[in-house]
Structures are given as C-alpha cells and as structure tokens.
C-alpha cells in the first residue's frame, strides 16, 4: 500500500494525514479509498461535453439536475460545476457571464442533494457567491493566480484545490517544456501553497493537482502519471483529473466517447498509487475501479 513519507523536493503538509477526511463546509470528505468527482460542466464548449448542459439559450437546469442525481446514484462522493471551458485554445468567459451560468445550479445542487458541491472557478466573484449559497470547495485550474482570487477563497473558509498549468487554455499547448517536469510541477505548486498559508489557507484546506492535459506534451503526462506517488508523498491530497483527455487519444487512438476503457486504466494505477480524489466523467465504472482496487490494497500480505 501506498505510504506517506516526504519526497526530497516536496514539504509534508503538516496537518493531513494518509487516510484523513476533508472538512468541505461541514461535509465530511472522506478520501480513503479515493473520492469519486462527478463533471458537470455547465459550457457549451467544453471537449467532452460541451453544450449537453448549456447552450446558446443557456442552462438546462432540470438536465443538470438529473445528471447530478445519476451521478450520485452511481456512487459519485461529490459534484464539481464548472461554468468556463479550459480545453486547449478555449476562449475566456465574462466573469458575470460565469456567475450567471453557474451560481443557480450551485443553489439548486445544494438545496437539493446531499453532498459536496465543488466550483471549477478561476473567479473570484463567483468562488464568495458560491460559498454562500452552499459550495463545500473551489477547484481553481489558475492556483488562485487571478486578481483577487486568493483573498476571495481565503474568505470563503473552503478547502481548495490548485492546479498545475504552463501558461494560459489559450496558449497553454503552444511548445510547453520543463527541466525536469515532476521538480518544476512540485516547485510551482509549493510555491502557491505557500502563498495560500500566507493569506490564511490552512495547509489542511489543500489540495494539488499535478494538471494532466495543461502546459503539457504526452510525454510530460506520461512522465507525471508514471511518477504519482512522489506527489503523494508530499501529504497534500491529490487530485487526479484524465477523464477522456487527449493523452488517453494519443495513446490509444480512440475519439473522446470512445476513451473510457483508457480512462478506467489511469484510474485504477491512480487510486492504487494514493490519488485522494478521481475527477471523472463516468461516475459508475470508476467507482468499481477503485472499489476493486481498495479490495486488494486492503489484503495482508502472506
């Protein structure tokens, strides 16, 4: 089984513990075996899915509604809304245009169900909004790094995840390149640890995420996958996000709705590698990838 111990580039994070639950607004977390994250992207574009929720006319709340009740019925721990697409080459939503989008299927998600809501957000606007009508944590691709953002999630009292990304959706695939992918990762995602301790984010508010698919060649995500458990060991709970992604079509050369069995493979070799949380697409088949892989991890060696 996976181990917790301090990785020669990474800090421990001082206050999380292997098999520790996340506080999401008085939720409960529970991050052992993995979290299943079910996507509701509420966009029009986004690579997967773009425009099953939304559209030109805007959100289909009652479709919304009954993913979201699917998803959990499939065994999805939490929900993550996000209102922007940040596919590569993806075009920057308003910041009220976001909040309009998103905020009423917050309000409707947690009036009605009983779980965590996640905001997939970069704006501060809508990260202080959706904490109070009842968001229990802010998944920012950004780390936090727009104006404004770290005060605001500071404020909110939430857990957070920040993301690795090279660049910007826009430009983010344009010839990325690191030294050493899995140093420069961990670098850059201590420092905005740092950073979130400075403006009064607990290290037990956090979660990182290495960003598979952002700022990032094949090879790079390979690389990361290939070197999960050095971010394990750093103790901060690890997000992991591959769900139909373009590595899983590189490597396979499957089309986006034809890439699950690839998705189920990353899914098991993360969640045996210690990943915290699974941000998934399909919620069912993952949550019996990591149920087998829990079963096993749990065996006592002969």
Known sequence: MTTC????????????????????????LSLRPAAVMGILNITPDSFSDGGELCDGHGVRLDQVLQRAELMLAEGADMLD??????????????????????????????????????????????????ARLGAGMINDVRALRRPGALA???GTGLPVCLMHMQGEPGNMQREPYYDDVLADVLQSLHQRIAECNAAG???????????F???????????????????????????????????????TGRDTRDRLAGGLALAALAARDGAAILRVHDVGPSRDVISMVDAIMRVENP
């Not at 984010?201 to 960003?211: N, Q, R, T």
């Open 81 to 130: 809304v996000g209102g922007e697409s940040t596919r590569p080459g993806a075009v920057v939503v308003g910041r009220q245009q976001e909040l309009d989008r998103v905020a009423p299927v917050v309000e409707a998600l947690a009036s009605r169900f009983d779980t965590v809501v996640s905001v997939d957000t970069s704006n501060p606007l809508l990260m202080t909004e959706a």
């Open 5 to 28: 111990k301090q990785h020669p580039i990474g800090r421990i994070a001082p206050d999380f513990h292997c098999g520790a639950a996340l506080d999401c607004a008085g939720r409960a």
């Open 213 to 251: 698919g952002f700022g990032k060649t094949l090879d790079h995500n390979l690389q990361l996958f290939r070197q999960l458990p050095a971010l394990v060991e750093t103790r901060y709970p690890v997000m992991v996000g591959v769900s139909r992604k373009s590595m899983i079509g590189a490597v």
């Open 201 to 211: 984010i607990a290290s037990d508010k956090i979660v990182i995420d290495p960003g």
């Open 152 to 154: 605001a999630a500071a």
